[in-house]
């Protein structure tokens, strides 16, 4: 019976365990309030559907936190027990070794009870790895359907004609959602602290000044570690493309919220929006395949003209431009449709005290709806920002790896999440210094986008507070 269980798809089966409780607890409830009502339902304080939530509510919470932490720590504990059983010469590897010997046994126990190697003691592991995982999971199930059962009966000796079953749900409901945002932001703090308490150890062996200010970068080979290249090549791509995405997602925002007729834009504005569904991989393969030969063409044309000099321009295959150009391009319907939904968020009492003035649409736009909407679209624009500075593929297929300064939107250049990839791919060392460079630098982007998003928001409650 392990064996079997330690095959069986748990997740369903869990589900399934969860779902009959809370149905068969939900019957119960709404069938005990009408019964302690004597079929008088009005006298009950909540109606009986609420009755049976609170009876399913109450069997499930317990289940589930049960079956939650087996989740987390179940696997944990299983390879734990197996671990301490094998000889001692595998006992004896290192953790990165037994790991991975534990991952093969695990791997090859998913296969099925056929699924043999012809060697005896990886075999045998294997069998003993599926037993206990199979035990582990009867104990869980059996332990959530022990906490469910004493749950059920405790909620359902409450239930009676004064009970308040609708507050207690949605105190219920109120306690789920807290959790669902506690959840997130236990993830974010728990990226930051990863990022940070990572970033501790390079700054342990590489100056925090010679990292912030140095200007070499060459952390391939483990020498210098100089970020202001990764930052003036990051900020040049998202100026680069903030030039493109801000005029036209501002002005094409404008046209469709006060000019054009409702019916031109139920039909523009989610086709223009479908530029944000595209993977930004395909935007990659455009700006190498197309954009980047193209600006390469231009420029070589430049510096063949009589008045230039030949080195006027870099002309390198890929580009900056290439880059900030096809990165605007992906910006522009982040930009529309924020500075959109802020222009008709504008009252329309505004526009119309204008036009009683006798202004006409242009003066309309330009001198009441355009400066009540200006903070909303300062927001927007910060926060396409902080999306330009984060964006990684393009930059990676179309910008280059040469950390440089320069000017020259026509050479090569690299960013700080292009480098963050470079230095995570491959055969590296995770405790090397160029490793824990990239967390360094993720932490440099975390805080440089957060900082962004922090003046966006401020600048939109202040919006808010305007009209509300």
């Not at 040469?402 to 990839?421: F, M």
Request: charged share 15%; with cysteine; net charge neutral.
């Amino acid at each position: 019976m392990l064996e079997t269980f330690g095959h069986l798809p748990v997740a369903w089966l869990l589900f399934a365990v969860l779902a009959a409780a809370g149905f068969v607890a939900f019957f119960v409830g709404r069938t005990t309030a009408v019964a302690t009502a004597h079929g008088s339902t009005v006298r009950l304080n909540s109606q009986p559907n609420y009755h049976g939530y609170f009876l399913a509510m109450a069997t499930i919470a317990p289940a589930a936190v049960i079956l939650i932490i087996y989740a987390l720590f179940g696997d944990s504990m299983v390879r734990s027990q197996l671990a301490s059983e094998l000889p001692q010469r595998i006992r004896d590897l290192g953790s990165l070794e037994l790991g991975q010997y534990l991952d093969r046994l695990a791997e090859n126990s998913h296969r099925g009870p056929d699924a043999t190697t012809g060697n005896a003691l990886f075999d045998a592991a294997t069998d003993r790895y599926t037993n206990l995982l199979g035990l582990s999971r009867i104990i869980a199930i059996g332990l959530a359907l022990f906490g469910a059962g004493i749950a059920f009966f405790f909620a359902r000796s409450r239930l009676s004609v004064e009970f308040r079953a609708r507050a207690r749900v949605e105190d219920g409901i109120k306690l789920m959602l807290f959790l669902c945002a506690a959840i997130a932001i236990l993830t974010t703090v728990g990226i930051v602290a990863s990022l940070f308490f990572e970033a501790l150890r390079f700054f342990a062996r590489v100056p925090v000044l010679g990292f912030i200010f140095g200007t070499e970068w060459n952390a391939q080979t483990g020498t210098d570690f100089g970020a202001i290249p990764l930052f003036f090549g990051t900020f040049m791509i998202a100026f680069l493309a903030m030039l493109v995405a801000a005029p036209i997602g501002l002005f094409s925002a404008i046209y469709l919220s006060e000019y054009a007729s409702p019916r031109f834009r139920s039909i523009v504005k989610p086709i223009l929006e479908l530029l944000a569904g595209i993977p930004t991989v395909v935007y990659g393969f455009f700006a190498l395949q197309f954009v980047a030969p193209l600006i390469r063409s231009l420029a070589v044309w430049v510096n063949s003209l009589p008045f230039t000099p030949d080195s006027l321009l870099a002309a390198q295959p890929t580009s900056a431009l290439a880059a900030g150009l096809v990165m605007g391009i992906m910006i522009i319907p982040f930009v529309s449709s924020l500075s959109d939904d802020v222009i008709n968020a504008v009252p329309q009492t505004l526009r119309d005290g204008a036009y009683a003035m006798g202004a006409t649409k242009s003066e309309t736009v330009k001198q009441v709806v355009m400066p009540a909407a200006l903070p909303g679209v300062i927001a927007a624009l910060l926060l396409a920002v902080s999306r330009a500075i984060g964006e990684t593929m393009i930059v990676v297929m179309a910008a280059g790896q040469r950390a440089q300064i320069s000017p020259d939107p026509t050479s090569d250049l690299t960013t700080i999440t292009v480098q963050i990839v470079a230095l995570l791919t491959g055969d590296t060392e995770f405790d090397s210094a160029k490793t824990l460079s990239a967390f360094a630098l993720g932490f440099v982007l975390f805080i440089v986008t957060l900082v962004f998003n922090l003046i966006a928001l401020r600048v939109v409650q202040k919006y808010r507070e305007k009209y509300e």
